[in-house]
Antibody
Framework: QVQLQQSGPGLVKPSQTLSLTCAIS??????????WNWIRQSPSRGLEWLGR?????????DYAVSVKGRITINPDTSKNQFSLQLNSVTPEDTAVYYC???????????WGQGTPVTVSS | DIRMTQSPSSLPASVGDRVTITCRAS??????LNWYQQKPGRAPKLLIY???SLQGGVPSRFSGTGSGTDFTLTISSLQPEDFATYYC?????????FGQGTKVEIK
């Protein structure tokens, strides 16, 4: 059974960096058929896919255009987890952030519990 | 980016009703279409992947059809636990965009 456990602060100041971690159990971040995603949800933007990391003989990342230049998703093989960093946040980045797995583009089948993040001074 | 448009946004219904939600993609996504159910305070739950394949553990009253640009999710006989918000998502290409959601609510 795959489980994803999120951790990170729920309050970030404007212009600072949002950092979240997703710890994986029951699968490997280096799996050759899994993809590890970050998704957020807010009333104004709905569900918004932010980006992904995956391993296929080498590491790949893809990011949404809406956050490109501000986002980094990194795998950590030693801890079997992956992280999200979003720089220069504004109140528009206030949302519930989720990590999620998908396999072979067949939908996100396992999700983290969600982390509500508020950007406010 | 591929735009996903769901209709209706809100769907009043009663227990036992047959419910249909539609999702249209702005370009062909072949069969790379997923459906999720979300209840308040919870993460989305995958119901259907590849347009018509039922995720393990999901009741058979849920079904999906379609290919190309037009897709439907059908609940054959609505149960009390099915009142929730439903989202479609394309997994044809990044970014994996979602529809805006359909809230199935008590009539």
């Amino acid at each position: 059974q795959v489980q994803l456990q999120q951790s990170g602060p729920g309050l970030v100041k404007p212009s600072q960096t949002l950092s979240l971690t997703c710890a994986i159990s029951g699968d490997s971040v280096s799996s050759n058929n899994a993809v590890w995603n970050w998704i957020r949800q807010s009333p104004s933007r709905g569900l918004e896919w932010l980006g992904r990391t995956y391993y296929r003989s080498q590491w790949y990342n893809d990011y949404a255009v809406s956050v490109k230049g501000r986002i980094t998703i990194n795998p950590d093989t030693s801890k079997n987890q992956f992280s999200l960093q979003l720089n220069s946040v504004t109140p528009e980045d206030t949302a519930v952030y989720y990590c999620a797995r998908d396999v072979d583009s067949l939908g996100q089948d396992y999700w983290g519990q969600g982390t509500p993040v508020t950007v406010s001074s | 980016d591929i735009r996903m448009t769901q209709s209706p946004s809100s769907l009043p219904a009663s227990v036992g009703d047959r419910v249909t939600i539609t999702c249209r993609a702005s370009q062909s996504i072949t069969y790379y279409l997923n459906w999720y159910q979300q209840k308040p305070g919870r993460a989305p739950k995958l119901l259907i992947y590849s347009a018509s394949s039922l995720q393990g553990g999901v009741p058979s009253r849920f079904s999906g059809t379609g290919s190309g640009t037009d897709f439907t999710l059908t609940i054959s006989s609505l149960q009390p636990e099915d009142f929730a918000t439903y989202y479609c998502q394309q997994s044809y290409s990044a970014p994996k965009t979602f529809g805006q959601g359909t809230k199935v609510e008590i009539k």
